[in-house]
């Protein structure tokens, strides 16, 4: 079978180093949606909150009811809006005001150019006014960078965007509400940040998306993907290996056979410009739904330690690889 180890101590590493840079760990809301990015939600939310995490960002409250126990606030950007305990929900759109119970804590969502969700800054003004008729709680407000890990001018005319919108929140005589629109590329490229929290995701799990000329901070790949041989057998000179026999031995060799593929989440690649795993070994032939094959005889391998060479292999983001992981796959902390 495969299994994920979770380095404690490069995580950690990663927290520490956001948090001087920010200068205070107070700041930080880990984000823990899907699946804390593949390196399982339970587990990394418990290590976020033993390190002194006080805020977690989760997908839905599926998620928030699993780990809500562990932080101060939590909160939940989408899905049903009920009125979770220690949540804070995130108003995508004014028709979605309805649907939270009386009391909920909210957190305005405004969009600032990335066109995907929040409200419209001129919809702000009307938004308001119908959470204080529907006696909701406003407790923050938001937005979220398109461009924030790209080198263009995109970043800026967001933040100046979002500088206006809480001048006419202050204007409109709301105050005491939190105030965050950074995310792991924009918390990254800033010498300060003067918001009351950061939204860090990928950076806590050991990647930056950052482009060449910014700087960066020394983050250390959290999450190890390994594999268990099933069995071993003599391949001779000319004979196939797989489906498709994509792979042909040049030479008589020892393969084995190791239970990782496509169904617990790898990428199936393209077996003529194999992955090369951890252990120096390309794989052979076609990735299966459960199973790979190596040159090798040891017992148990090593696949990925370093998300971002195995997609820059696979011509995607480190994102992707970890988040397309299993949940099913057995998780351990060394």
């Known amino acids: 079978m495969a299994y994920i180890t979770i380095n404690k101590q490069n995580f950690y590493h990663n927290l520490n180093q956001i948090a001087l840079k920010l200068g205070s760990i107070e700041k930080i809301a880990i984000v823990l949606k899907d699946n804390a990015y593949g390196h399982g939600l339970e587990l990394i939310a418990e290590l976020a909150s033993e390190f002194g995490i006080e805020h977690a960002v989760v997908r839905n409250e599926s998620e928030a009811q699993k ?11 989408g899905g049903r809006c009920g009125k979770v305990e220690n949540c804070h929900y995130a108003i995508n759109n004014i028709d979605q005001i309805y649907s939270i119970p009386r009391g909920t804590p909210v957190e305005l969502k405004v969009d600032t150019g990335m066109r995907r969700n929040g409200l419209a800054i001129d919809q702000v003004e009307e938004a308001l006014q119908k959470i204080d008729q529907q006696g909701l709680e406003i407790v923050g407000l938001m937005t979220h960078y398109r461009s924030a890990d790209a080198l263009s001018s995109e970043f800026f005319w967001q933040s100046r ?96 056979s190791y239970e990782l593929g496509y169904g617990d989440g790898w990428c199936r690649g393209d077996a003529s410009n194999p992955y090369v795993i951890s252990e120096g070994l390309p794989i052979l032939g076609r990735v299966s739904m459960d199973m790979i094959s190596l040159e090798s005889t040891l017992d148990t391998v090593c696949i990925m330690n370093d ?13 992707e690889v970890v988040t397309a992981l299993s949940p099913d796959i057995e998780r351990r902390i060394v």
């Open 307 to 319: 998300a971002q060479r195995a997609a820059e292999h696979f011509g995607t983001i480190s994102y």
């Open 67 to 77: 780990i809500k126990s562990l932080f101060k606030t939590t909160l939940i950007l």
């Open 161 to 256: 965007a979002f500088d206006k919108v809480k001048e006419d929140l202050k204007r409109l005589g709301y105050k005491g509400f939190r105030v965050h629109a950074c995310n792991s590329a924009a918390t990254l490229r800033q010498k300060s940040i003067e918001d009351d929290l950061v939204r860090i995701g990928i950076s806590a799990y050991g990647y930056s998306e950052l482009a060449y000329p910014f700087d960066t901070i020394d983050l250390k790949p959290v999450l190890s993907l390994h594999a268990h041989k099933i069995s071993t057998r003599c391949l001779q000179a000319g004979q196939r290996v797989g489906y498709g026999g994509e792979f042909m031995a040049a030479k008589e060799m020892q393969i084995s």
